[in-house]
């Protein structure tokens, strides 16, 4: 099965610095990769999402971008805020018969006023 | 608009107990899933249900079953609760039965279950 591994699981940056999220997948196959982010006693919510036919996508201060062939993709925050505060999740689709997503471990990110 | 609602949002058991967590979503989705999430272990798959009718084995099956009673409504049942059991529990709905339509998978608030 699929296997997503992330990194790194902590990350502090000052407000106003970007920071940046990686991961790698492991079955070629997976075609859409969604990025979730859980703000503390809350469920996860879809920030931004990627789909294998494209290399980078962006949304206002936020970007992903997806290397198919290294089978890498990230995340970009830019002009960190404190609001970005919060544990971020990668996600890879197995392309089988019903949308099977796999998560990476998460990362926790704290932006420093 | 409410989403996908899950309950109870806390409960503690004891070893040996039962408990059912209700899950209801409103978004007309056909597939639902029961993810638990644990530190150092992120988010992952207990059980899941493609369409009304049918539900499958996810990852971590072991001790939990499962009923998708109409296409509203999936549940998580723990027959005999262990400690091993305790967890934040999220249930989750999207409307997607193929993969390649990537569709959003929308999460419940979670429940946080502490197995004494």
């Known amino acids: 099965g699929e296997n997503v591994e992330q990194h790194p699981s902590t990350l502090s940056v000052q407000e106003g610095d970007s920071a940046v999220i990686k991961c790698t997948y492991s079955?070629?196959?997976?075609?859409?990769f969604p990025w979730y982010k859980q703000e503390l006693g809350k469920g996860p919510q879809l920030i931004i999402d990627i789909r294998s036919n494209v290399g980078e996508k962006k949304d206002q201060r936020i970007a992903v971008t997806l290397n198919k062939t290294a089978k890498h993709f990230s995340l970009h925050i830019t002009e960190t805020q404190p609001e970005d505060s919060a544990v971020y999740f990668c996600?890879?689709?197995?392309?089988?018969?019903?949308?099977?997503?796999?998560f990476g471990i998460g990362t926790k990110l704290q932006v420093i006023p | 608009n409410a989403g996908v609602t899950q309950t109870p949002k806390f409960q503690v058991l004891k070893t040996g107990q039962s408990m059912t967590l209700q899950c209801a979503q409103d978004m007309n989705h056909n597939s639902m899933y029961w993810y638990r999430q644990d530190p150092g272990m992120g988010l992952r798959l207990i059980y899941y249900s493609a369409s009304e009718g049918t539900t499958d084995k996810g990852e971590v099956p072991n001790g939990y079953n499962v009923s998708r009673l109409n296409k509203r409504e999936f549940s998580l049942r723990l027959e005999s609760a262990a400690p091993s059991q305790t967890s934040v529990y999220f249930c989750?709905?999207?409307?997607?039965?193929?993969?390649?339509?990537?569709?959003?998978?929308?999460f419940g608030e979670g429940s946080w279950l502490t197995v004494v």
């Open positions: 996600a890879a689709t197995n392309s089988g018969g019903y949308q099977k997503v796999t």
């Open positions: 989750a709905s999207s409307d997607a039965l193929k993969a390649s339509s990537g569709n959003t998978i929308y």
């Open positions: 079955d070629s196959a997976s075609n859409y």
